[in-house]
């Protein structure tokens, strides 16, 4: 997300009524997570590894300047962190042993600055990361710690990156071009070029369907665009600045954070109608500081719900998705931005 770096300097420290382990029922018997939450701390430069269920943070890893998007390996074993940078470029990523709870090694990009949107290859073995100021995507060898391909997505500002099941395709968000790109994989050759919106940010693509769904936060709308052909479909509108969109995981849904408003906005994926909008704010923040700003988005693999990070509340909501109801939120590091899921746990 581009926020003005002068409000990372304001935000407060973390909420006192924003405990973890939130308002579960009391009822409730604790148990000892066997997954992770990352959860990427942008104003201190940290990866938080949490406990999802307890809300207990086991550890706090440093990382790049302005760490913005994360993913684990397959086996859960790694997290690699996009290190953005702030008023300088970033150009590295951060490779963390969950289970050891410690930092790997960091990888340099080299000429490649503005790391930002990042996948994962099936196998493992390297992950797909977007360059805004290269305006490419680029692929990088975990093993080796070099960018092994870079291809052009010809756009602005790539920011966020999604792929396609049978990772057979790559779709880019450029915010600065107002457009997603699509390259074939594995050669990366670009098939085509589609305008959207005014602050394409978010970006996710619906493999039943055949669709890329990309959030406009400048243009308050999202674009569903149809994966084929290459042409927008339709245009919905969503006030509040959307900066992501994911659907849940029986695809019946799309999730989309709405920073103003501190919102949740919930489409039917089938109708394309907005059905609600879920306040994810939580304790109210103090009149001084800034709004909660809901950014980053996150779905457990295995149960329905969500987890949305708060950058003005220093805390992650989760949403239970069967009720649509934000049930607690969790205590992290300072301006929480990216999110990303691990089947371990630190050891």
């Given at each position: 997300m581009r926020l003005p770096f002068a409000l990372l300097a304001l935000l407060p420290g973390s909420v006192a009524s924003c405990a973890a382990g939130g308002s579960h029922n009391s009822a409730d018997k604790p148990r000892r997570s066997l997954e992770t939450l990352i959860v990427l701390n942008k104003a201190e430069a940290t990866a938080s590894l949490v406990a999802p269920d307890s809300g207990e943070t086991r550890a706090s890893l440093p990382v790049g300047s302005g760490p913005h998007e994360a993913i684990c390996t397959p086996d859960g074993k790694l997290a690699i962190v996009c290190n953005y940078?702030?008023?300088?470029?970033?150009s590295t990523l951060t490779v963390i042993d969950v289970v050891?709870?410690?930092?790997?090694?960091?990888?340099?990009?080299?000429?490649?600055r503005r790391p930002h949107g990042i996948a994962m290859a099936p196998d493992g073995r390297s992950v797909l990361v977007t360059s805004e100021t290269s305006q490419k995507l680029l692929r990088i060898d975990l093993d080796s710690g070099s960018v092994a391909s870079e291809w052009p997505?010809?756009?602005?500002?790539?920011?966020?990156?999604?792929?396609?099941?049978?990772?057979?395709?790559?779709?880019?968000?450029?915010?600065?071009?107002?457009?997603?790109?699509?390259?074939?994989?594995?050669?990366?050759?670009?098939l085509g070029v589609v305008e959207t919106g005014a602050g394409a940010e978010g970006i996710a693509f619906h493999d039943e369907r055949g669709e890329v769904w990309v959030s406009n936060?400048?243009?308050?709308?999202?674009?569903v665009v149809e994966s084929g052909p290459l042409r927008e479909i339709a245009e919905l509108p969503c006030p509040g600045r959307p900066l992501r969109v994911i659907f849940t995981n029986d695809g019946r849904h799309a999730l989309a954070p709405c920073v103003e408003g501190a919102e949740i906005a919930v489409?039917?994926?089938?109708?394309?109608?907005?059905?609600?909008?879920?306040?994810?704010a939580g304790p109210a923040p103090s009149a001084s500081g800034p709004p909660p700003l809901p950014i980053g988005i996150l779905l457990?693999?295995?149960?329905?719900r969500a987890f949305i990070s708060l950058m003005g509340a220093n805390?992650?909501?989760?949403?239970?998705?069967?009720?649509w109801k934000v049930v607690r939120h969790i205590s992290v590091g300072k301006a929480p931005d990216g999110l990303a899921w691990s089947s371990v746990s630190l050891g």
């Open positions: 940078g702030e008023q300088k470029p970033g050891a709870g410690t930092v790997v090694k960091t990888i340099s990009l080299g000429e490649h997505t010809t756009q602005k500002g790539s920011h966020m990156v999604a792929t396609s099941k049978r990772f057979d395709r790559a779709f880019t968000a450029n915010v600065l071009s107002g457009s997603m790109s699509a390259l074939e994989l594995p050669s990366g050759s670009l936060g400048g243009a308050g709308s999202i674009s489409f039917d994926v089938a109708t394309r109608q907005l059905t609600q909008r879920i306040e994810v457990d693999p295995a149960r329905p805390a992650v909501a989760e949403l239970d998705l069967t009720t």
